[in-house]
């Protein structure tokens, strides 16, 4: 089976409706939600325009809490719930790209990075061109010849230059890296005494995270001392901000298919 041709658009649908929602200047509820509603699908619909695609995918939040919090309690530790008006807004939003003939998934315990990853990885092995849709760098980790990512904010592609010129290190090494530095965003530690300076250089001199850890001997010094002693944290740490490449999704490519809503 080969998937040629196809263009696939996969959508985060959190970070984009989240960061229009924020800039939205209604004070009012309700008059937030409607305007936060329509901008989020009129995003929706330029993207979809500009893209092109064959087959899109919107992906949302599973409800409560992930196989990520099972592995650290503490994972995105201080984040506040989600307000009762964000949930009002995404409900809004699968009802509008449904109308628009887009099919939007969610699964139990995952987290919409992890559809997007498993249905891009799937379809890039299959030689589909995959396009994923967020701001969040955390999914370039997935680039490859098959797989890009684009910036819908700021209309340009998340290139593997652009990460290389930020972090100092390859797409394929953000997981090490932020094993390493730790990731304050989701409450997780790294090394201590490593920034981002020294976890490129090491990441420029060892091919990975393992790599290091194995040669932390020779490494010596305070650096040496510390990957020992927090080994195991910065192990924990690669596993959370790796995205799942393997879950069943339970929809055949053919379910994703764009077929514009007419009118």
Known sequence: MTLTGVRLLLIDAPNMIRRIHAAVPASESQEK????????????????????????????????????????????KGRPAMPAELREIYAQCIDGLTQEGVTSIRMDGMEADDNIASMAVRAASLDADVTILSTDTGQAQLLSER??????FRDEPISPDRIRKRYGVEPRQLIDYYALVGDSSHSLSGVAGIGAKTAAKLLADYADLEA????????????????????????????????????????????????????
């Open 33 to 76: 939600i409607e305007q936060s509603v329509s901008s989020s699908l009129a995003s929706f619909k330029r993207a979809l325009r500009q893209h092109a695609p064959t087959h899109v995918m919107c992906a949302f939040e599973s409800s409560g809490t992930t196989w990520r919090h099972e592995v650290n309690p503490d994972y995105k």
């Open 147 to 152: 797989i890009r990512q684009y910036d819908h």
């Open 212 to 263: 290091i850890l194995q040669d932390r001997d020779n490494i010596g010094g305070r650096i040496g001392e510390n990957l020992d002693r927090y080994a195991e944290t910065a192990r924990q740490t690669r596993l959370l901000v790796s995205l799942k490449t393997d879950l069943r999704i339970d929809h055949s490519l053919k379910d994703f298919r764009y077929q514009p809503a007419e009118g």
